[in-house]
């Protein structure tokens, strides 16, 4: 019993960390799970140097993406920013670019974004090591400007391997530009919330990993009454990753 009230305290703790007010916490308020399957286009020519991506190994891919010059970002990076957390998570959580403070220490969502993100992460019972994270881009536009098509489909087999890799329960798309991506949809993010929907690397998985998609932390700061719809997409999240369709 005082191990359960410890556990409540602790979810309390965490919520507070998200702003979020303890009485939206209803799962009557969880969406249902509709069935949107939406696979990325066929269209994309991988291009990552020489097509071979798709075999690496985490050792050889990380330093063929720190080596990477394929776009232009390279010209303006301090570093490459490859991914963090367990490589044999259940969750892949999927951001947009390092920002100023990725750049700088090689570690997606470490600023203020990131602590929401962590916040978000303990919300749901786990831990930010529990679970691995990466972006769309591996290096950061200048200015944080969107990153461009061509950028995206360069940096492509990059992430595609990493999912491969990870092999997750569950991708967690954060934001427009990670769920447009990933989705290869330019539906908006509001009508992308609240489905399952399916991410295939094509390289054998014919049903492909369950996509969710929720707001990107740097905009929940910006917007904090929207925290309450991401509470609420991270809960169906946590549904479908347990098996729920
Ligand atoms: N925003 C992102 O999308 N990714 C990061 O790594 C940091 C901020």
């Known amino acids: 019993m005082a191990n359960l009230d410890r556990k409540t305290a602790l979810h309390a703790q965490y919520l507070?960390?998200?702003?979020?007010?303890?009485?939206?916490?209803?799962?009557?308020?969880?969406?249902?799970?509709g069935v949107a399957v939406t696979k990325?286009?066929?269209?994309?020519?991988?291009?990552?140097?020489d097509g071979s991506v798709a075999l690496l190994d985490w050792d050889t891919l990380q330093a063929r993406v720190a080596a990477c010059t394929l776009c232009g970002l390279h010209q303006t990076r301090t570093q490459t920013v490859f991914g963090v957390g367990d490589r044999n998570a259940d969750w892949l959580i999927v951001g947009e670019a390092p920002g100023a403070e990725e750049d700088r220490q090689g570690e997606p969502f470490v600023g203020r974004a990131g602590q929401l993100l962590n916040a978000m992460i303990e919300a749901i019972g786990?831990?930010?090591?529990?679970?691995?994270?990466?972006?769309?881009?591996?290096?950061?536009p200048p200015g944080n400007r969107d990153p461009q098509p061509g950028e995206?489909?360069?940096?492509?087999p990059y992430l595609q391997r990493q999912v491969e890799l990870i092999r997750p329960k569950?991708?967690?798309?954060?934001?427009r530009?990670?769920?447009?991506?990933?989705?290869?949809?330019?539906?908006?993010?509001?009508?992308?919330?609240?489905?399952?929907h399916r991410y295939s690397t094509g390289a054998g998985d014919a049903?492909?990993?369950?996509?969710?998609?929720?707001?990107?932390?740097?905009?929940?700061?910006?917007?904090?009454?929207?925290?309450?719809?991401?509470?609420?997409?991270?809960q169906f999240a946590v549904k479908i990753s347990r098996g729920a369709t």
């Open 16 to 33: 507070d960390a998200m702003g979020i007010q303890r009485w939206v916490a209803r799962s009557s308020a969880v969406p249902e799970a």
């Open 126 to 140: 786990m831990k930010r090591e529990q679970v691995y994270i990466a972006n769309v881009l591996k290096c950061r």
């Open 170 to 175: 569950i991708i967690l798309a954060l934001g």
């Open 207 to 234: 049903t492909g990993v369950p996509l969710v998609v929720t707001y990107h932390p740097a905009y929940l700061l910006r917007s904090p009454g929207e925290k309450r719809k991401a509470w609420l997409d991270l």
């Open 40 to 49: 990325p286009g066929q269209d994309f020519v991988a291009d990552a140097a």
């Open 177 to 196: 530009i990670a769920a447009q991506n990933l989705l290869k949809t330019d539906t908006r993010v509001g009508a992308l919330r609240g489905k399952v």
């Open 152 to 156: 995206v489909a360069h940096c492509e």
